[in-house]
């Protein structure tokens, strides 16, 4: 007999107690294991000491706001985190996004919804079965069913999202994706063909592949139109 499967461990940071037992109860009926916390440093303390499947941030916190809290987890972290605002303009996701957030919801988002998302990142950030499929575009090396990028040897910590962006990209080499092509690409995550997801995830692709936007290595762009993989030299 199977040992029973352990249930996906979610970490959520709000402060709001009342609708952090809403959603506690919800999730716990969907089959999630939460645990919640109520301010910044302790919220960021137990999501810097591991074992989190997935963590939901809420952006307004006591003690330490929720983008300093991403950002100091991101230093040691690459568990994905949801996002929650309670005014949603298009200047939070970016500064939420461009910190490393993986998705975005506003406050007001129904726990139906919030949990398809949840379900959505999980999928993504799951590891898949080997063997591997590598794809080598001169010193970066991509493996995707391990979900891992190495540049010169080293292994980057990509975001989910910013691995599914490369990844579609890498499938395409040396074509252009447009912004449409790319959300497509990702199934599981839903951009607002409006705002500046995509640029914001590619802005960080490039940081973390030390490409240069003006005389790009990997990533260019072609203005108006979209992004395409190269092979360094290649133009």
Same mark, same amino acid.
């Given at each position: 007999?199977?040992?029973?499967?352990? @249930? @996906?461990?979610?970490?959520? $940071?709000?402060?709001?107690?009342?609708?952090?037992?809403?959603? =506690?109860?919800?999730?716990?009926?969907?089959? /999630?294991?939460?645990?919640?916390?109520?301010?910044?440093?302790?919220? *960021?303390?137990?999501?810097?000491?591991?074992?989190?499947?997935?963590?939901?941030?809420?952006?307004?916190?006591?003690?330490?706001?929720?983008?300093?809290?991403?950002?100091?987890?991101?230093?040691?972290?690459?568990?994905?985190?949801?996002?929650?605002?309670?005014?949603?303009?298009?200047?939070?996701?970016?500064?939420? #996004?461009?910190?490393?957030?993986?998705?975005?919801?506003?406050? =007001?988002?129904?726990?139906?919804?919030?949990?398809?998302? $949840?379900?959505?990142?999980?999928?993504?950030?799951?590891?898949?079965?080997?063997?591997?499929?590598?794809?080598?575009?001169?010193?970066?090396?991509?493996?995707?069913?391990?979900?891992?990028?190495?540049?010169?040897?080293?292994?980057?910590? #990509? &975001?989910?999202?910013?691995?599914?962006? #490369?990844?579609? *990209?890498?499938?395409?080499?040396?074509?252009?994706?447009?912004?449409?092509?790319?959300?497509?690409? #990702?199934?599981?995550?839903?951009?607002?063909?409006?705002?500046?997801?995509?640029?914001?995830?590619? &802005?960080?692709?490039?940081?973390?592949?030390?490409?240069? @936007?003006?005389?790009?290595? /990997? $990533?260019?762009?072609?203005?108006?139109?979209?992004?395409? *993989?190269?092979?360094?030299?290649?133009?």
């Amino acid at each position: 007999m199977s040992a029973p499967q352990r @249930p @996906p461990q979610l970490l959520l $940071i709000d402060d709001d107690v009342k609708l952090t037992r809403l959603l =506690t109860g919800y999730l716990h009926e969907q089959g /999630y294991s939460v645990t919640p916390a109520h301010d910044g440093p302790s919220g *960021l303390a137990l999501a810097a000491g591991g074992g989190w499947d997935l963590v939901v941030l809420d952006g307004m916190l006591p003690g330490l706001d929720g983008l300093e809290v991403l950002k100091r987890l991101r230093e040691t972290s690459r568990v994905p985190v949801l996002m929650l605002t309670a005014r949603g303009d298009e200047g939070d996701r970016v500064m939420g #996004l461009d910190q490393g957030a993986d998705d975005y919801l506003p406050k =007001t988002v129904s726990p139906r919804e919030l949990t398809a998302r $949840i379900r959505a990142l999980l999928r993504r950030a799951a590891p898949a079965e080997p063997p591997s499929r590598l794809l080598d575009f001169g010193g970066l090396q991509l493996d995707l069913d391990g979900r891992s990028v190495r540049l010169g040897g080293t292994e980057l910590a #990509l &975001t989910p999202v910013e691995f599914d962006l #490369l990844a579609e *990209l890498a499938r395409h080499a040396g074509r252009l994706r447009s912004r449409e092509q790319l959300v497509e690409g #990702l199934r599981d995550r839903r951009f607002d063909a409006n705002d500046r997801s995509v640029d914001v995830h590619i &802005t960080a692709l490039r940081r973390k592949l030390g490409d240069d @936007p003006r005389e790009p290595r /990997y $990533i260019r762009t072609v203005r108006g139109a979209g992004y395409l *993989l190269q092979k360094p030299d290649s133009r």
